[in-house]
């Protein structure tokens, strides 16, 4: 296992800086997910440290050695690419044996590795096939396979399940996650899905323009996002302006009790749909309760999602989809102080 640092490390092209001054620990073996949008840098971020670039500035350390200059064959690093680029011609086991046998590897020891590679990604029943014969998933767990085999100490994996369909890419999630986590590699993951990598890492560090904006647990983003960027980018549905005093936020649709007293001044209110609570009676024993009214709902089969007008807000809640609330139904809305996140751009 590899801990893997990135220390002030920018990377430019011509006149064009992809990346700006990037700062990133990784512990020996954490998984980690680049997340951000198409073209802010994660993938060039993410071939740095696989040796494909050469940082402009900055230092790439392994375990505290500075490899920003080795090449990537030294780097003893393995990377999965979006496309499974497997040899058509060849069987499963001849694909994942392929890296070896360019090396050189004893036939004993070859064989050996292979049977054991071939239970861990669970395709040894497939061993004989062509990639023709397979599906989009156990071609991908070739290609895991085919990088496994060589013993890296780093995993990289460039938006690996891209071309699956959205049931196989589940799928997928969880046996990568259970494979890191049986193997304890150090593993880097670029991914533009936000569910992808709350799902997969341990942290997440998300990348805009070049920058990296936040890094930090998948919770954490999610619940406490340190800006309205990243709020947005991660789903955020409600967030209204606010003026803070004390312990408390007052927006249009009125005052909310906070759990811990901020600076005071203008900020930005997040209220995650989930969070809140949605009553068809009246209630008046709980903190920060909203009276409000229907006024449209989405159906997405698990869960039902709910615009709730309330003193000339609309609050967006999502409930489980247990009951259908009809439209221009009186409602009362609950929302406990420690579901309110306020987001100060100046705190």
Request: aromatic share 6%.
């Amino acid at each position: 296992m590899t801990a893997v640092q990135l220390k002030g490390v920018r990377k430019d092209f011509g006149n064009f800086t992809a990346i700006s001054n990037i700062d990133l620990d990784i512990k020996s073996g954490e998984l980690v997910a680049l997340l951000g949008p198409s073209g802010c840098g994660k993938t060039t971020t993410l071939r740095m440290i696989a040796g494909l670039e050469v940082p402009s500035a900055g230092q790439i350390c392994f375990d505290g050695e500075d490899v920003s200059e080795v090449a990537v064959q030294k780097r003893n690093v393995g990377m999965v690419f979006q496309r499974y680029a497997l040899f058509p011609h060849m069987t499963v086991e001849k694909n994942v044996m392929f890296g070896l046998k360019v090396r050189g590897i004893d036939k004993a020891d070859i064989d050996k590795r292979l049977t054991e590679i071939l239970d861990v990604v669970q395709l040894q029943d497939f061993r004989h096939r062509f990639p023709a014969q397979l599906s989009g998933g156990q071609m991908q767990r070739v290609a895991i396979a085919r990088t496994l085999i060589t013993n890296p100490s780093v995993l990289m994996m460039d938006e690996p399940l891209a071309n699956l369909d959205t049931k196989l890419r589940g799928e997928m999630r969880r046996f990568i996650r259970e494979l890191q986590q049986r193997l304890g590699i150090t593993t880097i993951f670029v991914t533009h899905d936000q569910i992808e990598a709350m799902e997969l890492a341990d942290r997440v560090a998300v990348i805009f323009d070049g920058n990296l904006a936040q890094y930090d647990a998948p919770d954490a983003l999610y619940k406490r996002p340190n800006s309205i960027e990243i709020a947005d980018f991660m789903g955020a549905t409600n967030v209204f302006e606010a003026s803070i005093s004390g312990k408390t936020a007052t927006a249009v649709f009125g005052a909310l009790t906070l759990q811990d007293t901020v600076p005071d001044g203008q900020a930005q209110l997040m209220l995650r749909g989930e969070a809140i609570d949605l009553h068809l009676d009246e209630i008046t024993d709980e903190p920060n309760i909203l009276q409000g009214k229907i006024t449209a709902r989405e159906f997405f089969g698990a869960n039902i999602t709910y615009s709730v007008e309330c003193g000339g807000e609309t609050i967006q809640v999502i409930e489980q989809s247990r009951r259908m609330v009809e439209i221009d139904q009186p409602v009362w809305l609950t929302i406990p102080p420690e579901r309110i996140w306020i987001i100060q751009d100046n705190p």
